[in-house]
């Protein structure tokens, strides 16, 4: 049982105490740690014992105090109740199809064409080959630490007969048996023409604190399209630190839109990588974030390639205590001539207790380029405030409204009805209730 | 009008001249050397030698043990073999027997160093409007016009010589603004500064004149660390001036200055820096690394510090001009344009940090890259707690020169209070192709046209220098970027 | 008669594999104005950037001389200082370079390359007062950036401010007319027709009959699918108008 672990490692450090459970891991594994998992994992926990956990001295979590979060003593997650799952599984059944992964393994799923990465692992699936090589170990210390605990995940392959259902990835952290964390490691591969829809959504059960570490891989072939989307509003007790890392072939397109309106510690860094010419890559976030939430957007745009575009456009709106972060990174690699960027990150604070800290930048080894990022931080527009209550709105109404306003310039960008209602639903709802107290 | 007339005459002589470093010069003139290294011993030598005081002393070895327990930072975007702190002579001086009692006691051939390099230290000979401080290698060896500004209360000299004369005011300010333990290379100039200029502006008093202090350094194997405090007391106004060149020499030298400025209630203080430190040759071999630690506190109500630089010299530069916004509706402004060519590298931007109430800030960069070179922009904006109706606006644009160069754009946005109002808009782009044909079917070649072009996108900042220092700086641009189109 | 101040001989050029031109002749005589006319896509413009050098473009045959040398392997400022400018069709706008700044670094290089002393800023003050006199062009252009937030008809009489201060030999009109309204035609024209002289020649670029009611053409050429292939009076512009581009086109079909 995990409890001895649990009992006996509450005065180690959060590396040493990822090292011991890294050591049951493998135990667990009872002799089935072989061929490609098994090798990635090694590399995984060395690469971590290189880096170590980052701390706010290392850039690029200068504002995110991971070490604050760990000291609520994640257990790596064993046990798997697969019962909790069919409650869950109807909320989001009207938004396509539902695979449900619990504290990071892959609940039998039905649905065609849906593999569990633990059982295509071990016949060294054509479909893996992928695994490993867009989001890497090396120098990434989230990654590797997922990889140290590779373990299980969704792997699809999506090409132009597939259906078209919305992959709903549905992930249920279990805390009836305290604190936990998962790691998830998913792989999805649209084939050249195909289209793809992959929808991410977390819930905590039990009133424990649950951690996600998920990582993504996915690969865009030429001429495909794929659309992620990531839903969080989970409750205070949910944190989750996302790696979605996306590479484009030629005049492949992706949309992402990243909707953060509930949990606790949410860390996403996407990354799209534009690796053939004329692809094209657009990132959407949102951010309304309360009490002591923090969401930090760490995202990567690499246009490696020449003719290539992106677009990017990030929001937040900060009350209570809460922290937002967002750190946009647009590389433009030397020779990704013709490239054209875009990047926008606006910001409201509401609280004088609520902090924004923006990072937009600016890496570019190619002069035939446009690239642009504008960044704002402000309160909401007075003219338009005073219109509304000139036309009998009162100031709560008139804020909420512009407020609803300001947000569903992102949630416009979900395609899909049923998600996009279920969100600002959800929106009017915090806004709301706002006005209310 | 006359002004924009005059921009085409500089740019006209340009055109003619071949690209060359042309202030480096060596001179060859006896100075007085400290052997290489560091070590307290070499800290006593050189306050003794200045004749300090023993609180200065005290100082400098406080600086000294902080900077020994501190290690040299390197988030900067810039690449350099390391430095061998031990190799360096940290005290270098022109041999005289005694501090010159007037112009007329300063060594002819120093004054012929400073006139080489354009800057009569004879004060009938001087522009009108500007009194100069002339610092070589380590040494304050000039300052004119100081009898006249004087007889206003303006005391414009020398460090060294503020610390014997004014030891009160030094006293209260020095490392007020940059404690010596803010950074390393700050420790290091805390520790071994060996002069600069000291100004201080009465209440009430607006200086006529330009302030200027021009650096040079001359001698080999040395490196250059000075200091300038300037004080602007309620209700003041100053413009300074900084000028700075040095020959040209195979090895790298170092230049780890400090600034510190302090504007009280309603007083405002103009810093403007033409920086041109030899910039190393096309392959990269040589030149000056520039670590400089410059900042500026609005202290008092309604008080304003200003920062213009055109930075187109130095090897590596790391530099960040900053304004403390303490007092309520102070302003502080950063114009900057950073010029590299070749395998010149640049990290340079500014700290906006808004503490009082209403304060504002603005920052308007333009980086242009050419040749194998990086520039950075790297800038933070702070909006505190109790900073109420802050606002800030930030500009920041890059133009690449080449295919074979890189431009960088890292702004730190931190708010932390919900009545700011932050905008920053960063762009990258090159010099339009159409824009080069229309200037050429007009006659103009493409070298001049990208020389007018430039001075067109740097144009917001050139503006906010002094006269002559803006015809300077557009020739500076344009010399800096020759050879870089073709 | 004069010696031609352009010749153009069997021009052909293509913008990667489209060839455009294909095989244009024409020439024109100091103090003459030509129009070139033609609908869309028959190579107008073309043969605007060709001549003055525009790197786009590939010329693969035929020949042009102006006032006798070889034009075609001079470089766009040589071109320029030889005495032949182009108003743009879409002007550039240069940020932060005032109009003055940049007609005096370009009057300049004008001057050098005919031997002469570069202007003072007085004289050159007083030369830019009286050229926009000349061609009715408010003072305060001078110091705005060169295009920058003007309005298309500004942008126009800006391109023909440039030309009075920079007197060429052949002034190329790129659909100098297109985008504006019939004031500022009327006052672009006026400008044009102030600067005609017996040295000056004008090859004017329209896809209207109008403009030509303005300024007078000694000749009009019709350029089609890159072929100048009927040739007139000013009368042949407005036959053209009555009977549109596609009684040109029966004819190029029947000569072709």
């Known amino acids: ?437 | 009008m006359s002004e924009q007339i005059e921009q085409v005459d500089v740019l006209e002589q340009l055109t003619s001249e071949d690209y060359q470093y042309k202030y480096g010069f060596e001179s060859a003139i006896e100075e007085e050397i400290v052997p290489p290294g560091l070590n307290e011993n070499i800290i006593r030598l050189i306050s003794e030698k200045k004749g300090e005081p023993e609180w200065m002393l005290q100082w400098r070895l406080q600086a000294f043990r902080y900077w020994q327990q501190m290690k040299e930072p390197h988030w900067a975007n810039v690449h350099y073999p390391p430095i061998d702190y031990q190799a360096i002579s940290y005290y270098a001086a022109p041999k005289r027997s005694k501090q010159p009692r007037s112009m007329d006691e300063v060594d002819p051939e120093l004054r012929r160093i400073f006139e080489k390099l354009g800057i009569p230290l004879h004060e009938q000979e001087m522009l009108a409007g500007v009194a100069v401080d002339a610092v070589l290698d380590s040494v304050s060896v000039a300052t004119t016009f100081r009898e006249k500004l004087k007889s206003m209360g303006i005391i414009f000299c020398s460090m060294s010589e503020a610390i014997r004369e004014y030891p009160d005011l030094v006293r209260k300010y020095l490392g007020t603004v940059v404690p010596p333990n803010d950074n390393f290379f700050a420790a290091l100039n805390s520790a071994v500064f060996s002069d600069g200029s000291f100004c201080y502006v009465p209440p009430g008093v607006r200086c006529p004149i330009e302030l200027s202090t021009y650096f040079r350094i001359n001698a080999r194997n040395t490196g250059q660390f000075e200091r300038t405090l300037i004080i602007a007391d309620e209700g003041s106004y100053v413009s300074y001036l900084e000028g700075c060149t040095a020959p040209m020499r195979d090895e790298n030298q170092l230049h780890a200055a400090v600034v510190e400025l302090i504007a009280l209630k309603d007083a405002e203080i103009k810093y403007s820096t033409v920086q041109n430190w030899y910039p190393g040759d096309k392959e990269g071999k040589g030149g000056i690394y520039n670590f400089v630690t410059k900042r500026g506190i609005c202290l008092g109500e309604n008080s304003k510090i200003s920062w213009t630089q055109v930075e187109t010299g130095s090897a590596i530069t790391w530099k960040y001009p900053s304004v403390i916004l303490k007092g309520d509706n102070s302003v502080g402004e950063f114009y900057s344009v950073a010029v590299t060519n070749h395998r010149q590298q640049a990290d340079t931007g500014t700290k906006m940090i808004h503490i009082g109430r209403h304060t504002r800030s603005r920052i308007v960069s333009k980086g242009i890259s050419a040749g194998y070179s990086n520039n950075s922009y790297r800038g933070l904006v702070r909006i505190n707690p109790q900073a109420e109706n802050a606002r800030n606006f930030s500009q920041c644009d890059s133009l690449l020169i080449g295919d074979k160069c890189g431009a960088h754009t890292f702004p730190y946005i931190e708010v932390n209070n919900p009545t700011a109002i932050v905008e920053h808009e960063a762009t990258t782009s090159k010099i339009g192709e159409d824009i080069l044909f229309y200037c050429n079917q007009r006659g103009i070649d493409t070298e001049t046209a990208v020389a007018l072009i430039i001075n067109g996108y740097a144009r917001e900042v050139l503006s906010k220098l002094p006269m002559e220092f803006a015809v300077e700086a557009q020739k500076l641009l344009a010399i800096s970027l020759e050879g870089s189109v073709g | 008669m004069k010696a031609p101040i352009l010749e153009i001989r069997n021009l052909h050029a293509r913008v990667g594999d489209n060839e455009i031109l294909r095989g244009v002749d024409l020439v024109v005589y100091p103090g003459e104005v030509h129009a070139i006319m033609g609908p869309n896509g028959s190579g107008k413009s073309t043969l605007a950037a060709v001549l003055a050098g525009r790197e786009d473009y590939e010329v693969t045959d035929g020949e042009v001389l102006f006032d006798g040398k070889n034009l075609l392997e001079l470089d766009p400022e040589e071109r320029a200082r030889e005495g032949l400018f182009l108003a743009f069709q879409y002007p550039v706008e240069i940020p932060g370079v005032s109009t003055a700044t940049f007609l005096k670094t370009a009057l300049n290089e004008l001057r050098k390359h005919r031997g002469l002393q570069p202007l003072d800023a007085m004289e050159f003050m007083n030369l830019m007062q009286q050229r926009a006199a000349l061609v009715k062009i408010d003072p305060a252009f001078f110091t705005r950036s060169v295009n920058e937030g003007f309005s298309g008809g500004e942008k126009k009489r800006n391109e023909i401010f440039q030309l009075a201060m920079l007197e060429p030999r052949l002034a190329i009109l790129d659909e100098t007319d297109s985008g504006l309204d019939i004031d500022a035609l009327r006052i672009v024209a006026d400008g044009v027709n102030a600067l005609r002289s017996p040295d000056r020649s004008f090859l004017v670029i329209t896809h209207y009959q109008r403009l030509l009611n303005y300024i007078v053409p000694d000749v009009v050429h019709v350029l089609y699918r890159g072929r100048i292939i009927k040739s007139g009076t000013k009368d042949l512009a407005l036959e053209l108008e009555a009977k549109g581009y596609d009684w040109v086109k029966e004819f190029a079909e029947v000569t072709a």
Request: proline content about 3%; glycine content about 6%.
């Open chain 1, 1 to 437: 049982m995990m409890t001895t672990l649990e009992q006996t490692s509450s005065n180690l450090s959060p590396l040493e105490r990822i090292y011991a459970e890294h050591r049951y891991f493998i135990e667990s594994l009872n002799g089935h740690n072989q061929g490609k998992l098994s090798h990635l994992r090694l590399r995984g926990i060395e690469e971590l014992q290189r880096l170590g956990i980052p701390t706010v001295r290392h850039e690029e979590w200068k504002y995110t105090n991971l070490y604050s979060l760990l000291a609520k003593q994640f257990a790596h997650a064993r046990w798997v109740d697969e019962s909790v799952a069919s409650h869950i599984v109807s909320q989001f059944s009207q938004w396509g199809t539902v695979v449900p992964v619990v504290n990071g393994r892959l609940v039998a799923s039905t649905a065609p064409g849906i593999f569990s990465l633990k059982e295509v692992a071990s016949s060294d699936n054509q479909l893996v080959q992928r695994l490993g090589t867009i989001a890497v170990s090396e120098g990434n210390a989230i990654v590797a630490w997922n990889t140290a605990f590779l373990e299980d995940g969704v792997v699809v392959r999506i090409d132009q007969h597939s259906p078209k259902d919305p992959i709903i990835i549905t992930s249920v952290l279990d805390t009836r048996q305290g604190n936990v964390m998962a790691h998830e490691r998913h792989l999805v591969e649209v084939a050249p023409g195909g289209s793809a829809t992959v929808v991410f959504v977390q819930r905590t059960v039990g009133d424990g604190e649950a951690l996600l570490n998920q990582v993504l891989e996915c690969w865009v072939g030429e001429n495909a399209q794929m659309l992620i989307l990531i839903v969080q509003d989970g409750t205070a007790n949910s944190h989750a630190i996302t790696t979605h890392e996306i590479e484009l072939a030629s005049n492949a397109r992706l949309q992402m839109v990243t909707v953060s309106i509930g949990g606790g510690f949410i860390r996403n860094m996407p990354a799209a990588r534009l690796v053939g010419e004329g692809a094209h890559a657009e990132l959407y976030g949102l951010t309304i974030a309360d009490g002591t939430m923090l969401v930090d957007h760490h995202t990567v745009v690499d246009h490696r390639v020449p003719s290539c575009t992106s677009n990017e456009l990030y929001k937040a709106i900060l009350d209570g205590r809460s922290m937002g972060v967002f750190n946009g990174k647009i590389f433009v690699r030397p020779n990704a001539q013709r490239t054209n960027a875009y990047q926008a990150n606006r910001s409201i604070v509401r609280s004088p207790r609520a902090t924004i800290n923006a990072k937009p930048q600016l890496e570019i080894f190619a002069n035939d380029v446009r690239c642009t990022h504008g960044c704002t931080v402000g309160r909401l527009d007075k003219e338009a405030m005073f219109y509304l209550r000139s036309r009998g709105l009162s100031p709560a109404e008139a804020e909420a409204l512009l407020l609803t306003a300001f947000a569903e310039e992102i949630t416009a960008q979900i395609p899909i009805e049923s998600i996009r209602a279920h969100v600002n639903a959800t929106i009017e709802h915090l806004f709301h209730a706002d006005e209310l107290a």
